[in-house]
C-alpha cells in the first residue's frame, strides 16, 4: 500500500503567508521543525481546509454549549454537554465522509481513547506546547491511495475547563462524574497544558 505520510507541527501564521514550507517526514524532530518554521501538511489542500473549518465547527459548538449549560444548571448541567453537544455536529458531518471526534493522552470516556497514530501527534502537540511553539498545533496523515484524510488539531486546557478537568474539582462534581465515567482519568490538567485533539478523518464514499 503507497501512503504518504506527513506529520507536522505548523503555525497557522506562517502558513497562509507560505513562508519557507517544507515537508517533512515523521521521524525528522520537532527541533527540525523549529528550525525551518512551516510544515506542509499532508493531502489536498482543500479537504484538509474543510478538516478545519470542521474542527473549529465542533469546537465553538462545544464551548458554547458548555457555557450556556454551566450558566443554566452549574457545572452539573456541564458534564452533560461536553458529551450531548458533539453528537449531532458529528452527525451532520458524517453525510459529506467526515468523521469527527475527540481524543487526548488521558481520556474521561473510555470511547475516546486514542490508535497509535493519534497518540504520536499528541505526544508530538504535548512537547509543541511545552516548548511554545506557535498555534494552531496541527497534523494530518493522506493515503494518496484510498483518499482518506486523517486531521488532528490541539486543544489547550482554559481556565474554565478545569473546573472539571483541574488538579481541585469540586468533590460533588467529581462525584458526578466518576459515576458516569468510572475509568476516568481526565483530570490534572493545568491551564495552557494540553487536554487532547479533535481527530477527524474523510473517507471518500
Ligand atoms: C462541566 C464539566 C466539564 C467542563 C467544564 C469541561 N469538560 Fe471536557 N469533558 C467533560 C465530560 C463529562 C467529558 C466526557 C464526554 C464524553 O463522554 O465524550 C469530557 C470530555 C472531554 C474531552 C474528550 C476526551 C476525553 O477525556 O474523553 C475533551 C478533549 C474535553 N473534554 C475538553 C474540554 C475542554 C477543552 C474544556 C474547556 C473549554 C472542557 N472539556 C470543559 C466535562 C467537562
Not at 51 to 79: F, H
Not at 166 to 174: K, R, T, Y
Not at 182 to 205: I, K, N, V, W
Amino acid at each position: 500500500m503507497k501512503m504518504t505520510l506527513t506529520v507536522g507541527v505548523i503555525g497557522g501564521l506562517l502558513l497562509s503567508t507560505g513562508l519557507s514550507a517544507k515537508t517533512l517526514q515523521p521521524q525528522d524532530s520537532l527541533a527540525t521543525q523549529q528550525e525551518t518554521e512551516a510544515v506542509i501538511l499532508a493531502g489536498p489542500e482543500g479537504k484538509l481546509n474543510q478538516a478545519r473549518t470542521n474542527a473549529k465547527a465542533l469546537g465553538g459548538a462545544l464551548k458554547a454549549r458548555l457555557q450556556q449549560a454551566i450558566a443554566k444548571g452549574g457545572l452539573e448541567e456541564g458534564v452533560e454537554a461536553c458529551y450531548v453537544a458533539a453528537g449531532p455536529i458529528a452527525q451532520a458531518l458524517k453525510k459529506d465522509g467526515w468523521t469527527v471526534g475527540r481524543t487526548a493522552l488521558r481520556v474521561r470516556n473510555q470511547d475516546n481513547q486514542p490508535d497509535g497514530w493519534e497518540e504520536t501527534q499528541l505526544h508530538e502537540f504535548a512537547d509543541a506546547l511545552s516548548k511554545q511553539l506557535p498555534m494552531p498545533l496541527e497534523a494530518s496523515r493522506w493515503n494518496e491511495e484510498t483518499g482518506e484524510l486523517r486531521y488532528m488539531s490541539a486543544i489547550v486546557t482554559g481556565q474554565v475547563c478545569t473546573a472539571c478537568h483541574g488538579n481541585n474539582v469540586d468533590p460533588a462534581v467529581l462525584g458526578i462524574i466518576r459515576e458516569k465515567y468510572p475509568e476516568d482519568t481526565a483530570t490534572g490538567f493545568a491551564p495552557g497544558s494540553l487536554r487532547g485533539a479533535f481527530t477527524l478523518t474523510y473517507s471518500p464514499e
